[in-house]
């Protein structure tokens, strides 16, 4: 499939299967070019406008760290360190500094680590930076915008303590949004997106790393904000409305089929 870059460049890309369940980006963009195709300052706020969809970002930004915090605390229990992988401004970090954890971050856009910095987060540049071993390791849709996702979650498996908690939100490509809108599917994000799983291919690219998968929940939210982004990209002039409607219809089928637009996955570090 020949995906366009709607959000930013125009650029074509290509989307290709490269094993069951999980598709891939083509050309492939070494990190350093990649951060080209961040360079926008609507990427990590979004709140660059008062728009409709600006304000229902927001609003379901803030109910989603407040759900993030409280699924993290649920299976993290005693275990109180965090590393946010991809933590852009820090909102779920803040939050679960609030909330008593001991945190720290991960992003390669360095725009907001003086930011966080400033309100006593570590922020590091990669993870090979890291200093010590963490209880709990989380990726809120950054999984997929790693080139080589194999080797970060192996050195994920070194960072985290015996029996530590590794979280991963991903888009989910088997979503009835996504066969809806085929190209114009939001959630491809193309060619910040660098890899696209199915509920099938997220197991078995953590498994197979030493991982027991303890629970799957549905992202409710997404679906409706991907959906409504979605009808942008065709230019429907009503994109919010028919939008909103798809991204609730597809959460109902989702309901029975279990493919929801996207997906938190909980693992543990095995012996």
Not at 146 to 167: A, E
């Amino acid at each position: 499939m020949i995906v366009k870059d709607h959000f930013l460049t125009g650029e074509r890309f290509e989307i290709k299967k490269v094993s069951d369940g999980v598709l891939t980006t083509l050309p492939k963009i070494n990190a350093k070019d990649l951060r080209s195709y961040y360079d926008s300052k609507n990427y990590h706020s979004h709140k660059s406008s008062k728009s409709l969809l600006s304000m229902f970002y927001d609003v379901s930004s803030r109910f989603m760290v407040w759900r993030k915090v409280k699924l993290t605390s649920r299976f993290s229990k005693n275990k109180k360190s965090i590393l946010d992988f991809g933590c852009g401004r820090g909102g779920f970090l803040m939050s679960a500094k609030k909330a008593g954890f001991e945190v720290c971050g991960v992003d390669v856009i360095t725009a907001a680590h003086k930011e966080l910095e400033a309100k006593n987060i570590k922020v590091y540049n990669k993870l090979e930076s890291l200093s010590s071993p963490v209880n709990t390791i989380t990726f809120w849709h950054s999984l997929e915008h790693i080139n080589d996702v194999n080797q970060t979650l192996m050195l994920c498996r070194k960072l985290l303590k015996d029996k530590g908690i590794l979280i991963v939100a991903v888009p989910n490509h088997d979503s009835f949004d996504a066969k809806h809108y085929k190209s114009f599917w939001a959630a491809y994000d193309v060619p910040r997106h660098r890899f696209h799983f199915n509920k099938k291919g997220v197991l078995k690219t953590v498994q197979k790393h030493g991982f027991k998968h303890l629970l799957t929940k549905p992202m409710w939210l997404d679906s409706v904000y991907v959906s409504i982004l979605s009808e942008k990209y065709k230019g429907t002039k009503m994109f919010f409305l028919f939008g909103f409607f798809v991204g609730v219809f597809s959460n109902l089928l989702a309901f029975f089929s279990k493919e929801y637009s996207s997906n938190i996955f909980i693992f543990e570090k095995t012996s």
